[in-house]
């Protein structure tokens, strides 16, 4: 490839001369610091920019992948990094960052955020909320979406390069042609030149584009109807009856309802609402699993106000083991939890002297 140059003072086009990189630890600093030269929108049609990037982030028992990165809508895209020079382009990173996909595929999300809290000191949530500077960002929705792609293994797999060569570009089409993989594999040809002061950088993206119909056919916004039919056929008769119970109190008792997106299951959120935020209380999937949200309560609520509100659902015999861990959402199974009308009616009752304190 030839890049050409010329300014208003000179008529003459200069080439610019390629400008390589000393080491792939510089190319992975300059995609971690500035994520969004990795256009997956060129991958998955209309996709947001990428605004998180953790390098070095660590999968127990498979390594570091050189970078994990995310948007605001919860894509996650993993990327390694290596120079056409090493020998490693051609087969074992692709191997790698398969590795990585697969470490990560039916992660929770509560894993992987304690994974990103070792790295950070900071919940993935609060992470890409800064980046984004969005003030209508969801995290409900971000969460939900992280959840759905690390379920399906729905990830963007990039292999960043210098220098891509013909063996590598065909691996990728052969993959993305094959199949058709839940995640996407694409490598990212990071050229540089430079002339006299100048240095110009020409990041090109290889690998089949997906619409976002391609991408996630059956992702959608639950609603009710939809919810009970997905429930009914998913969980036993009687689990059913506890789950429109709860839904039933639910509209009576939430300031709000939030019914989640996702392809594999559906899911429904009791908030309640303090000076205009939603207070994330509990979700309710249609495979019969409950969460306690204190991921989401910690950052609005008070650490007494979270206190309080363990103390009462631990003193339900079903829920005794809840640990006090106000980063994380424990979840529990309803059969398990519920099955005695009792305390499904205590579970009710803590969450609406919890709504007494957020409305005061």
């Given amino acids: ?13 200069d080439v610019l001369d390629s400008a390589e990189y000393t080491a792939e630890a510089e190319l992975q600093k300059l995609l971690a610091e500035s994520p969004s030269l990795i256009s997956i929108s060129e991958i998955r049609e209309g996709v947001p920019p990428l605004t998180t990037a953790i390098r070095e982030f660590g999968l127990p028992g498979s390594g570091s992948t050189d970078i994990i990165a995310f948007n605001p809508r919860g894509d996650i895209v993993i990327v390694e990094c290596k120079l056409a020079a090493n020998p490693e382009i051609k087969r074992k990173v692709i191997a790698q960052v398969l590795e990585y996909g697969a470490y990560l595929w039916n992660m929770s999300y509560d894993d992987l955020n304690q994974l990103v809290f070792q790295r950070k000191n900071k919940n993935l949530a609060d992470l890409v909320a800064e980046d984004a500077g969005d003030p209508d960002w969801d995290e409900e929705s ?22 891509i060569n013909d063996e590598l570009s065909r691996t990728i089409r052969f993959l993305n042609a094959c199949g058709k993989p839940e995640f996407a594999f694409t490598a990212l040809e990071m050229r540089r030149f430079h002339k006299t002061g100048t240095e110009i950088l020409v990041p090109h993206l290889f690998g089949e584009i997906k619409t976002s119909g391609q991408e996630d056919p059956k992702r959608k916004q639950w609603t009710e109807k939809e919810f009970f039919e997905a429930a009914q056929s998913a969980v036993s008769p009687e689990i059913a009856a506890i789950l429109l119970d709860l839904y039933n109190w639910t509209k009576r008792n939430a300031d709000r ?100 304190v957020v409305h005061e």
Avoid at 1 to 13: A, G, H, R, S, T
Avoid at 264 to 286: D, M, Q
Wanted: charged share 20%; proline share 3%.
């Fill in 1 to 13: 490839m030839k890049i050409l140059i010329k300014n208003n003072e000179n008529k003459k086009w």
């Fill in 142 to 163: 971000f969460r939900s979406t992280i959840q759905d792609n690390l379920s399906r293994g729905a990830f963007i797999l990039v292999i960043a390069v210098d220098e």
């Fill in 257 to 356: 309802i939030w019914f989640g997106v996702g392809s594999s299951k559906g899911s429904y959120t009791f908030h309640y609402l303090l000076n205009g935020k939603s207070v994330s209380v509990f979700s309710v999937y249609t495979n019969g699993i409950l969460t306690i949200n204190f991921g989401w309560m910690k950052s609005i609520l008070s650490v007494s106000s979270l206190d309080a509100f363990h103390q009462e659902i631990t003193s339900i015999p079903s829920l005794k083991n809840i640990p006090a861990d106000y980063t994380r959402w424990p979840s529990v199974k309803i059969v398990e939890a519920f099955s005695s009308p009792e305390n499904l009616q205590m579970f009710k009752a803590a969450v609406k002297e919890l709504g007494k």
